[in-house]
């Protein structure tokens, strides 16, 4: 960071997420000439917000808190505290980045000290210059000016400007319990760390992905073994690099090994490493148990291997960098009552499930329907975390949860979905579902910036749409997701557009087309949201549970998606009779 004179505003980014019950929080602005601290406490019941903003060891003279759904700059609300008049503001800044006074003022000092305030707010206010905040990523700005008072441009050059991402407030289901945290785990645990001794630098490609197979340092051949808290260990400096890894149970005795996943001299039972146990993205923090459910490890027959796959996002090709990154699990052989699991859920990983260009809001929806769940516990799961995660086009993410058809919840939701920021959202209470109930996970894209079309696929530049729900007890379904079939696709870019969908493949149809407008794009978007699809309803073990339809024409790759409907439970902000300045992109 480049140094300033003490006249100069400073400013720093970091991140806020959903609403709950009475429920705190914390951030750290790291200022050049001091830290700011913001701390709040949310009543859900009342919907109200209290905010204290502590000033550090060097009092500025202005304090500039601000909120934005994805970190824009501008049509952001703030509020604008005046150390020398003791006063708050309630402002805004407009389409042009300048810094207005709002006529409504919402913001309510509660508090003035020498070195804090603490102001309160409701949640939603239906003025059209002020933030909603709603459950999902939310993006604070924090800026303090040390001897200017009045500035009226965020976008002053004398601004230092310092980006953070910060876990803070959940979603309404989350509420973090004390047993659950690392003083209360067994009096076995042991700790035990898989990571990368690869003495090669990190490729300087955009995209990687490197496995490191370990044997486990303990007798899982004859021995089970609970996995009760999990957490990466990210090698410092290459936070920018470790864009997320996964972690599998190998079904085979493996050899240790670590290099390229797609390496030809990587071990051939290394296939077996297939069972995924855990997953992480850029931003998130350990993965606890419920104090009633362990990862089920080891045990009579099974082997003592796992992989750990890492993706190394480098778009600025580095060159040099050294990465011993990895996982560390916490591992007790004092059984729990149960078993739990993880399953994935959204889209298929597929050229199938892909995006036209010059999209503002283009919806994709992966199916977990009936005929998958029927196959999990007569009980049912409870799901206590959930995961979700897309690529950089990625703006709106959740998965609702259906009932005989019918709309009753939703799992996890975040309408502010930040790629740099994804974090495991505890779930509490836990959500239960049971078996023929349907999970459909939604992935909102913005491809405006791209003029070719985004396909589904691992790379960054690719799109994913994913939800890991951590549950228990564990069931046999591993996967469950979905995709437009191949026969769709087939039969609408053959009679729409004349291709031959004999020889050419799904992607050279999708570029095949020449021109997404003139209605192109919304004729194809509702292909995609009645066509029939193709599941996948996997078993740990990669194989398809067995399909059961009274219609000998459909099978799990070409079955007719469920029809399902919206419940009256659903409790949203209109837009249109309470507005908010999250909506003000609209009109840009």
Known sequence: MQRASAAALLFSVVTLCGFVHIHGGEIVAELQHTNITVHWSTDYEHQLVDFAVYFG???PDVVF?????????????????????NQIKDSYTDRNYKIMPDIQQDFMMIRK?????????????CDSRDYAFQPGTTQFYIAASFGHKDLFDIRDKRWIVDKKFGKVIEGPTDRSNIEDEPTSLEKDVKVVIVNSNNPDPVPNVETTYECIIRKMPFDTIHNMYHVVRMEPYITPGNEHLVHHMEVFICRDEVEEWSGNCNDPKKPAKAKSCSHVIAAWAMGEG?????????????????????????HYNNPELHKGVMDSSGFQFFVTGMLRKYDAGIMELGLIYSDANSIPPNQKAWAMNGYCPSQCTKNLPEEGINIFASQMHAHLTGRKLWTSHYRNKVQIGDVNRDEHYSPHWQHLQQLRPMVRVMPGDTLVTTCVYDTRRRSKVTFGGYGITDEMCVNYIYYYPASDVEVCKSAISNSTLRAYFSQRHGMDGKIMSISEMYNGVKNWGNGVDEEFYNVLNVGNMNMNCLRPDGEPHQFNSKDTRQSWEHMARPRLFSGSFIRTRDRFQCPAINDMINFE
């Not at 808190?65 to 509020?79: I, R, V």
């Not at 305030?117 to 939603?124: A, G, N, S």
């Not at 148990?289 to 990862?295: I, S, V």
Request: no cysteine; charged share 25%.
């Open 57 to 59: 060891v060097k009092t």
């Open 65 to 85: 808190l601000g909120f934005s759904d994805f970190g824009d700059m501008n049509n952001t609300d703030a509020m604008i505290y005046h150390y020398g008049t």
């Open 113 to 125: 000290r020498k070195d804090h305030i603490i102001f309160r707010r409701k949640l939603t206010t």
């Open 286 to 310: 350990p993965i606890h148990y419920p104090r009633e459910a362990g990862l089920p490890i080891g045990g009579k027959g099974k082997n003592e291997y796992v992989m750990v796959e890492i």
